[in-house]
């Protein structure tokens, strides 16, 4: 469903230039639901606000479908995000009126795009667990229940694809194991491809795939070894680990990232020595007693 090759996103701000992202490849099939994860500032919400067409790429390929993001008009942009594409964020104040209730407030986006089912708006509150609330309005609500009616409204013009953005930032271990469990279910039931970015490592556990951001490319992938086993101690690498394989990620050219302990740990610096045995290949700081001549 996704596919995004050396893809590249500079900011550029009076006279500095930020590279966001450089030259990240990922393929997201259809029908996933997984995570991308990185710490602070390695270019996952830019990545997440290129997908949903928040934001433009600089270069590179970015496919959702059939729509190329780098080459769409303003206004195919406008359809894309309202036909293709749900948005969830942390902070749920800015999809959400709180003088309406949860049910106007799920019922908005419909009459928005012409599309209104308030049958459809209720199933979507009873499916994520709000059903005896529906009539209530956002101010007097939870966060969390508020973050519930988020991802109901997030659903309601029928994305193929939902976004979210650190969804459960803000909110305490109960409710953000209720939120993955209506992802997993909206996943499973309605077929929604789900991209999840986070840096929490609980998130890691549930999900199928973690591909994991490190300085604007992909690093290295965790394939759940078997899909119901899912980390609950939400602890890094440990509880991925029991329930996911860990993969470096190659790009076409064969380059990969080395994680910057390992290359600290051995004290290589700009180079290295690689060596291959027909089995497996080494990669070790150079010799200092081999100068070149
Ligand atoms: N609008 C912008 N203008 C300039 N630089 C930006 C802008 N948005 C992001 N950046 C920079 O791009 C880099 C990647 O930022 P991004 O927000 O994608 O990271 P992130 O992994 O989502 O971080 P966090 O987890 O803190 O949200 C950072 O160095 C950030 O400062």
Known sequence: MIT?????????????????????????????????????????STLLNILGGLDRPSAGQVKVGDWDLLKITDKQLVEYKRSTVGFIWQNNARNLISYLSA????????????????????????????????????????????????????????????????PTGSVDTKTADMILSIFQRLNQELGVTIVIVTHDMSVAGKVGRVVAIRDGMTSSEFIARHPAVGATDGHWPTGIAQAHEEFVVLDRAGRLQVPKEYLTALGINGKATMEFDGEKIMIKAPNPNQTLK
Do not use: F
Request: proline share 2%.
């Open 4 to 44: 995004c090759e050396g893809l590249v996103k500079i900011y550029k701000t009076d006279e500095i230039e930020v590279v966001a992202l450089q030259g990240l490849n990922i393929q997201i099939d259809t029908g996933e639901l997984m995570a991308i994860i990185g710490n602070s500032g390695s270019g996952k």
């Open 103 to 166: 049910l106007e407030n799920v019922e908005m986006p419909m009459m928005l795009s012409g599309n209104y089912d308030r049958a459809y708006a209720k199933q979507l509150l009873e499916w994520v667990g709000l059903g005896n609330r529906m009539h209530n309005r956002l101010q007097e609500l939870s966060g969390g229940e508020q973050q519930r009616v988020a991802i109901a409204i997030s659903l309601a013009n029928r994305p193929r694809l939902l976004l979210a953005d650190e």
